[in-house]
């Protein structure tokens, strides 16, 4: 089983959240992860990045720059980091002694995917993350990214680390057309969020194009855009484990995350509205879920659509064993 020529895949990596299911610990799941990051290494997948959210009883991604620590240790060829450290939440001179430092101890692997947001919908954890200080604006987002940046590059008031220029590769984070925007006027490759905004992606990516100006980072324009993807032996096989997953998702459409992954037999019996259904309907056709032959269709339809230059996969399936089928059905059909 192979993609059309003509409707050839870009290069595809992955997004993890270390996601914890009902019955498990973040320990475990930080471990499932970890042995997931491996198997992507040995699969040819291209980077795996991880998200920064808190709080949430589905997440133990809480702490990218340490995964991506890890899981560098523990591959040999896969680019690792973050997608994305949300900036507001850390100073910029922290986030760049990190990732530099990262970079030091595993040179040309390190990705450093910049986003906004709190990453949780609890107030006192922004307030504890952020210290009490106000949202952020754009403008002082921008800033900080300018701030970030400029370390990197050595334009701080001493170096990041003595005698080392890093070579950390900068992105910034996208769900919105602003946002796209700003990656294109600062040079930078964006990664959008399909998976969260799927409605945006085409005008965002238009949008980058038109405002992108060359710099030290990109001569040229680069699009990676992340799609949901679950991938199963059947069609039917992958809507039930993808069951789960609609039933967290719902939750986020009221601004609730307090759902639990559920095991696909539970979350099978789950009743939702009938609006509720249809939204979770448009929303996974814009995504990939089936067969290897459904979603190696669904993920070129969507590289054609938006002109990627690159796919993130967001497996975030109930079982590792079938997160991990995901990944090699996938490989085996490419």
């Known amino acids: 089983m192979s993609v059309p020529a003509t409707r050839r895949l870009p290069p595809l990596s992955m997004l993890e959240v270390a996601p914890v299911e009902r019955g498990r610990s973040a320990r475990e799941a930080l471990a499932i992860t970890v042995a997931t990051v491996q198997l992507a290494d040995r699969l040819g ?3 795996a990045w991880f998200a920064e959210h808190h709080g ?4 133990s991604s809480a702490a990218p720059a340490v995964l991506a620590a890890h899981t560098a240790a523990t591959t040999t060829r896969i680019r690792v980091g973050s997608g994305g450290v949300l900036l507001p939440n850390h100073a910029p001179w922290a986030v760049a002694e990190q990732f530099a430092t990262l970079d030091a101890l595993h040179p040309d692997r390190i990705d450093l995917g910049i986003g906004r947001g709190p990453g949780t919908f609890d107030p006192a954890i922004v307030a504890a993350l952020q210290r009490g200080a106000p949202p952020a604006t754009d403008d002082s987002y921008r800033a900080g990214i300018v701030e970030l940046l400029g370390y990197l590059t050595g334009e701080g008031p001493a170096p990041v680390l003595p005698e080392q220029s890093p070579t950390v590769e900068p992105w910034l984070l996208s769900s919105s057309t602003a946002g796209a925007a700003l990656a294109g006027e600062l040079g930078l490759p964006l990664a959008f969020a399909h998976h969260i905004r799927p409605q945006n992606t085409a005008e965002a990516v238009d949008r980058y194009h038109a405002s992108f100006r060359a710099s030290r980072w990109r001569h040229l324009p680069y699009v990676l855009v ?4 679950t991938c199963a032996d059947t069609d039917d096989e992958a809507a039930l484990l993808g069951r789960p997953l609609d039933v967290v ?11 639990p992954l559920l095991p696909p037999d539970v979350a099978a019996e789950v009743k939702l509205p009938d609006e509720v259904e249809q939204q979770l309907a448009q929303y996974r056709a814009q995504q990939a879920l089936g067969s290897p032959a459904t979603v190696l269709g669904r993920l070129a339809n969507v590289a054609a659509e938006t002109g990627a230059d690159e796919l ?13 089928r995901c990944l090699e059905l996938l490989a085996e059909a490419i």
């Open 45 to 47: 997948l291209r980077r």
């Open 312 to 324: 993130m996969l967001a497996t975030t399936i109930y079982e590792p064993a079938a997160r991990r």
């Open 56 to 59: 949430a009883p589905l997440i």
């Open 249 to 259: 998702r719902a939750g986020l459409f009221e601004g609730r995350a307090d759902q």
């Open 226 to 229: 992340a799609v949901e993807t």
